[in-house]
């Protein structure tokens, strides 16, 4: 089961992590790489990707981090989450990045390097293209 929380239409290549981010503390602003020498997707950029990630952990700060990865032209093309959270949904509500939250089965198929279709008014909103 898919819950669409912003709207969007939008292809790209899947950026996974299996664990959740903090974006006030993981995230570059301007750059959009991920900083934390602990995070799994260390020095990846996330900018024009599609972000698939457990949850987003950490203080109501990281909604407006989000935006300014948005101003800056480094942000993910949209999120898709298994679980939803304040900070996320209200920062992508505020950049405009659509954001899906997915079920586990649905969240474990999705494949790091994927190309998909994500179209939040389509009956199937994700679609696998390679």
């Known amino acids: 089961?898919?819950?669409?929380?912003?709207?969007?239409?939008?292809?790209?290549?899947?950026?996974?992590?299996?664990?959740?981010?903090n974006f006030l503390g993981t995230v570059n602003k301007k750059t959009g790489t991920i900083s934390d020498k602990n995070h799994e997707l260390f020095e990846k950029s996330i900018n024009d990707s599609v972000?698939?990630?457990?949850s987003g952990v950490g203080s109501s700060v990281?909604?407006?981090?989000?935006?300014?990865?948005?101003?800056?032209?480094?942000a993910p093309l949209a999120m898709i989450c298994?679980?939803?959270?304040l900070t996320v949904a209200?920062?992508?509500a505020?950049?405009?990045i659509p954001l899906v939250i997915v079920s586990d089965e649905e969240f474990s198929s999705i494949q790091n390097g994927q190309k998909i279709s994500l179209d939040t008014e389509s009956e199937?909103?994700?679609?696998?293209?390679q």
Not at 51 to 54: A, E, K
């Open 1 to 21: 089961m898919k819950k669409i929380l912003v709207q969007g239409k939008v292809e790209g290549i899947i950026l996974k992590s299996k664990t959740q981010i």
């Open 51 to 54: 972000l698939v990630f457990p």
């Open 62 to 74: 990281g909604a407006y981090t989000i935006y300014s990865i948005k101003s800056n032209n480094s």
């Open 82 to 85: 298994q679980k939803a959270d």
């Open 90 to 92: 209200t920062g992508c």
């Open 94 to 96: 505020l950049a405009n």
């Open 124 to 129: 199937n909103p994700i679609s696998i293209i």
